[in-house]
């Protein structure tokens, strides 16, 4: 079963511009989740999205957006980008049943110059 | 203040030592308390699963949870240089919004 993609893995921005970081879930996983991971603040939550619905949503700005398709896969978008979104984004995944276990990709790496 | 707080570290210990991680949450409506375990370059994978108050072993590693003093532990017996890592907890109501610690990262030095 494969795991959770995501893409791409590394991307090097300059401020103000924007990114679109992509995730494809396990194969049967309907909830994606995103996650912003930097050394001072940990692993922060941006939003949840299940059947192509935001269901949950963190204390983010509105320049932090998602959205799923009908096929699970997600994107998240960031726009007018500043130097501090410079972060691992991490997407997971989980099945239907809340167990506590999110399947985690490797992330995206983003660097903003 | 921070839903789940985590001493970052780092915590360094000698191989075969037991460590303690630990960590404290504000929302009395966490259900679900879990540690994830993250190697570098790598994302978090779900070590350990408890739900509501008490105790869970599996094998060198023991979860603990104290709902009334909203406390969250990780024991890790006889630990090995493999254990090096960043540890997660995290917390969620059961309305798939799964809590973040900040991590603390863990060094065992053979």
């Known amino acids: 079963k494969a795991g959770v993609t995501q893409t791409p893995r590394y991307l090097i921005k300059t401020r103000g511009q924007q990114v679109t970081l992509s995730c494809s879930p396990i194969?049967?996983?309907?909830?994606v989740s995103w996650y912003q991971q930097t050394p001072g603040q940990g692993l922060q939550f941006l939003f949840e999205?299940?059947?192509?619905?935001?269901?949950n949503k963190g204390n983010f700005p509105g320049r932090f957006s998602g959205r799923q398709f009908s096929n699970s896969r997600s994107e998240m978008n960031v726009s007018t980008l500043e130097l501090g979104d410079s972060a691992l984004y991490l997407c997971a995944s989980r099945g239907d049943r809340n167990t506590g276990e999110l399947f985690f990709g490797e992330g995206s790496r983003l660097t903003v110059l | 203040q921070k839903e789940v707080e985590q001493d970052p570290g780092p915590l360094s210990v000698p191989e075969g030592a037991i460590v303690s991680l630990n960590c404290t949450y504000s929302?009395?409506?966490?259900?679900?308390f879990m540690w994830y375990r993250q190697y570098s370059r790598k994302g978090p994978e779900l070590l350990m699963y408890t739900y509501s108050s008490g105790n869970k072993e599996d094998g060198r590693f023991t979860a603990q949870v104290d709902k009334s003093s909203k406390y969250i532990s990780l024991f890790i017996r006889d630990s090995q240089p493999s254990d090096s890592a960043t540890y997660l907890c995290a917390t969620d109501t059961g309305g798939f919004k799964t809590i973040f610690g900040a991590g603390t990262r863990l060094f065992v030095k053979a």
């Open positions: 194969s049967g996983h309907r909830s």
């Open positions: 929302n009395s409506a966490f259900q679900y």
């Open positions: 999205y299940f059947s192509e619905t935001q269901r």
